[in-house]
């Protein structure tokens, strides 16, 4: 069995993002396909929020090595405020300096045939590249998403640095992966004649995950229509304020009614930002935030609310939320607010789900909204069929 090392911050103890299950999954998986994982990600200081209940889903004997990190934001700053240079390419940049040298001696120890390092956080990907040149071996530069991207970072030094660390990738990794279509044919556009080297491997859903787990326990909410979004809001890329606002246009019309109707957000972490975006336009007694719970628990929610909610905005186009595959294995109706020429409307549709419209489009949610929970009233079969979500088990 081949040996590989991978270098990734989203790792349990980790909580508060869907992006740990891929790691985690394929740490259970590649056994499997001949692969021995090693694992190299940070000291548990490093995160924000942690959760004992993944770690009991590492499989036994695996290697993991915790280096030596902070998280500059909440561990270097005073009274709120820290260099600049000190978040760049992120605010974990101090992982590299634990990261490499803890890394050369997994090298020597475990002699792994390749590297392995994943994005969101840059960092991974600067150790990746400095592992590879420092013993030369095949490296598989994990990027789910798109990296730099125009607008994104903002600020104009972080943006530099993460397009130094892109390019670095493309010209060292052997192999660079992304997690939909769309952003690999951005970087078969922006990298041609590294095109050859770019593969997909989507997320999805694990069967074991859901094994045991039931939607006994009735209603969410008794006497109402529950819709779940389940996981982190963004303010710019999963802004609901649209969405708020057609509620608010189906309320004055007499059209929906608190009493019947509840938007649940379960860990959005944005909390203050929907309850006041909520009141603005008038509908707080139809929103609740609810704080984080473990993952199965959080699964077991998803197996009983009405409707789930998916959102995701037209400048992530070529990304989809990992907890759409969670939606979709939980078997329950789905309504998508998102960019119809976009990836994630693309599974969805795929996953047959036809209550889709734009997240940025008042009037079209306000029709779509009509028309699902019309659906839902009436009985009318709208989950995503057997086969359809058979399709997007990671193993698939």
Known sequence: MRTLLMIAYHFPPFAGSSGVQRTLRFV??????GWKPVVLSVHPRAYEKTSEDLLREV???TIVERAFAVDTARQLSIAG????FLARPDRWMSWWFGAVPAGLRMIREHRPAAIWSTYPIATAHRIGTTL????????IAD???PMAQDGYPEDPATWRAFDRIERAAFAAATR???TTRGAAAMYRDRYPAQADRISVIENGYDEESFKGITADGGPLVPGKVTLLHSGLIYPVERDPTQFFES???LHRAGMISPDRLCVRFRAPTHDALILDLAKRSGIEAYVECAPSIPYREALREMMRAD???AMQAANCNEQIPAKVYEYIRAGRPLIGLTDPDGDTADLLMRAGVRHIAPLDDVAAIGATLTSFLADLAAGTPIAPPDEAVAQHSRLS
Do not use: I, N
């Open 28 to 33: 259970q998986q590649l056994p499997a396909f």
């Open 59 to 61: 499989p036994e004997g």
């Open 81 to 84: 405020r820290y260099p600049g």
């Open 132 to 139: 590879q040149k420092m013993s030369g071996l095949p490296w």
């Open 143 to 145: 990027f789910r998403d």
């Open 176 to 178: 660079t992966v992304f």
């Open 247 to 249: 509620v608010a246009a």
């Open 307 to 309: 409707g789930l909610l």
